[in-house]
């Protein structure tokens, strides 16, 4: 009989693909690091993962834990491993495999896994697949053989970015240990990020207000206020307004100031308008 730790969270796309208007830097940085520190376990002892990928990710209680080991393998100068992309997402593979797997010259190493990462590091800060708009794996790979990666997202940290921009380097030689990626992960303070990244989102619909010619009114200005639509973040209440004695819809966003990211607002607008 096999025990395996049940994961509540599913894998990493379903999770960032259900959770992530929710999520704030913090949330990103800690799923960044846990993977980052399950990948220095098996380095440190020669072990490359070999199928890094989001759906090989599971989450627990919001954290990252590396699974399916079925490729992984013990590096050692004589071993030789099979560079075919028939298993494992394109995407997520070195693209060395790509270009020198016609004449099978190319061994996968512990460096294969750190461009991986550099792509999930990027799916992280993004809530996106990798190349989502390219249907065919062969159409992905044709993207990495000629060198082009996705972009960077509006509000990233910079330090971030320079991180899975050396990660997903071409040449394996340059692309950092894993060692190093924690590191700069552990250096990257989520105080120093909120301060920096989303303390202008506070000011986001303020800006909209202006920017729409709204008037801004108290809530204390409305009265015989009644709950009539329930949404994941928007509540609609039937309410009487004092000054113009008239009854008016108000919609709410039902988020606290710290859990605002731009990603919610930008959807509170769209319900709104």
């Known amino acids: 009989m096999l025990v395996l730790q049940f994961a509540n969270g599913g894998n990493l796309r379903d999770y960032l693909k259900e959770n992530f208007s929710r999520l704030q830097w913090n949330d990103k940085l800690r799923l960044a690091k846990d993977v980052a520190q399950g990948l220095l376990f098996l380095h440190n002892h020669s072990i490359a993962h070999r199928n890094l990928h989001p759906r090989n990710i599971l989450i627990h209680d919001g954290r990252a834990i590396i699974a399916d080991f079925g490729l992984s393998k013990i590096i050692t100068n004589e071993t030789s491993i099979s560079n075919s992309y028939i298993h494992g997402m394109p995407a997520y593979m070195d693209p060395k495999c790509f270009i020198d797997n016609v004449n099978n010259t190319y061994k996968r190493s512990l460096k294969s896994d750190i461009y991986g990462f550099g792509v999930l590091l990027w799916e992280i800060s993004s809530g996106q697949k990798p190349f989502h708009s390219f249907k065919s794996r062969e159409a992905i790979a044709i993207q990495i053989y000629q060198g082009r990666r996705e972009g960077p997202i509006e509000g990233t940290p910079p330090q971030y970015i320079e991180l899975y921009t050396q990660c997903w380097d071409y040449n394996p030689e340059k692309r950092p240990e894993i060692k190093?990626?924690?590191?700069?992960?552990?250096?990257?303070?989520?105080?120093?990020?909120?301060?920096?990244?989303?303390?202008?989102?506070k000011g986001l619909l303020e800006k909209v207000i202006s920017e729409q010619h709204i008037h801004h009114h108290e809530y204390k200005e409305f009265v015989n206020i009644e709950e009539i639509i329930k949404e994941e973040l928007v509540l609609v209440r039937k309410a009487t307004w004092k000054n113009g004695r008239i009854t008016v819809v108000l919609k709410c966003l039902k988020v606290n100031d710290k859990d605002l990211s731009d990603n919610i607002i930008q959807e509170f607008i769209q319900k709104v308008y």
């Open 180 to 201: 190093y990626v924690l590191e700069v992960l552990n250096q990257l303070e989520p105080t120093n990020i909120h301060r920096n990244i989303e303390e202008p989102l």
